[in-house]
């Protein structure tokens, strides 16, 4: 469980507080929400930021709103899974962005940050959009990790059943 920090929570909270926003909560990613997963790659960012005296405030906005796309990525086990995870890889900054001006004013730094986060498919333009990239893919490889534990745990329990 994170404690999310009164400065964080002061420039979070205009976002997560969104009707629009709060649509992320049912959306599966990784291993949890969309909703959970932004939070967190938001906080360590900004943490990262705040401690390296960087623009901390975009970080926030721009992190939490890096997977804004709202709707459900589907993976299916088939040839095409490569080209659709690369479309997906390269078009879903696009909707967060698009998405995210209709709701919130941004500036440049925020508008990278979307944009850039998912690098190499989208370039990272300043030090808070190279942390969030980094960080995104830091944090998804332990949601991952944490899926396939489950599933892992899942079947093996099928096993010891029969």
């Known amino acids: ?15 997560i507080e969104h009707e629009a926003y709060q649509e992320m909560r049912n959306i599966k990613h ?16 900004y943490k990262f930021a705040y401690k390296h005296e960087l ?6 906005r721009g992190a939490l709103l890096h997977d804004f796309f709202l ?16 479309n997906h890889a390269m078009s879903h900054p696009l909707i967060a962005l698009e998405n995210s001006k209709k709701y919130f004013n941004l500036n440049e730094k925020e508008e990278n940050i979307i944009k850039g986060h998912m690098f190499p498919f ?12 980094y960080v995104d893919k830091y944090i ?3 949601e991952y990790a944490s899926n396939f534990k489950k599933m892992a745990y899942k079947k093996q329990a099928v096993y010891n059943v029969e």
């Open 122 to 133: 989208g370039i990272p333009k300043t030090k808070e959009a190279w942390i969030v990239s």
């Open 30 to 45: 990784h291993d949890e929400s969309v909703f959970d997963h932004s939070l967190k790659v938001a906080y360590y960012s």
């Open 1 to 15: 469980m994170i404690y999310f920090d009164y400065r964080f929570m002061e420039v979070a909270s205009p976002i």
């Open 71 to 86: 709707y459900k990525f589907k993976k299916s086990l088939s040839f095409r899974l490569i080209t659709d995870s690369i």
């Open 55 to 60: 623009d901390w405030e975009s970080t926030i």
């Open 140 to 142: 998804a490889v332990f």
